[in-house]
């Protein structure tokens, strides 16, 4: 069987398999490892359109400070999203939230390819050319004849 596209995927069916109805705007879990918001009322037991991508202003809990660029959680049972990683993961602050206010604005992302799938075993010259980033330290590595070194400075990490 071949492949064939379907939708651009922003948004995605989903059926409301709780006992209760989604509302338009709500934020719901998606197995346990994505989210999205509800586009439509989605009554029990019925199939309505869910974003998957974008940014909104979502419900945050109020005993949590969050900076630009955090990672945020989905609390199913409290429907405000956290910074508590046992939450299922649902995207990063857009903007900074003080511990006061009772919204973020979030950037809706999907988890980590490595976080669901087992990692595949990878010979070292399989890495020629791979390029790692940290901004916060302000380093590229860069993996060329057998070495990793360092873009922004004369030292290299073996």
């Known amino acids: 069987m071949t492949s064939r596209y379907i939708q651009k995927g922003a948004s995605i069916d989903f059926k409301n398999a709780t006992e209760e109805k989604i509302n338009a705007g709500d934020m719901v879990a998606i197995g346990k490892a994505r989210t999205g918001i509800a586009a439509t009322d989605i009554v029990v037991g019925a199939t309505g359109t869910v974003a998957v991508e974008g940014v909104f202003a979502v419900p945050k809990d109020t005993s949590t400070e969050v ?17 508590t990683n046992s939450d299922v993961p649902a995207g990063w602050a857009v903007a900074d939230a003080a511990t006061t206010d009772t919204e973020v604005l979030m950037k809706l992302e999907p988890p980590a390819a490595a976080a669901s799938a087992p990692a595949a075993k990878t010979k070292l010259e399989d890495l020629e050319g791979v390029e790692i980033s940290d901004p916060q330290e302000n380093q590229v590595l860069t993996y060329k004849d057998s070495k990793w070194k360092n873009q922004n400075a004369a030292s290299e990490a073996v």
């Open 67 to 83: 900076k630009q660029g955090d990672a945020l959680y989905f609390n199913a049972e409290g429907k405000k999203v956290t910074k």
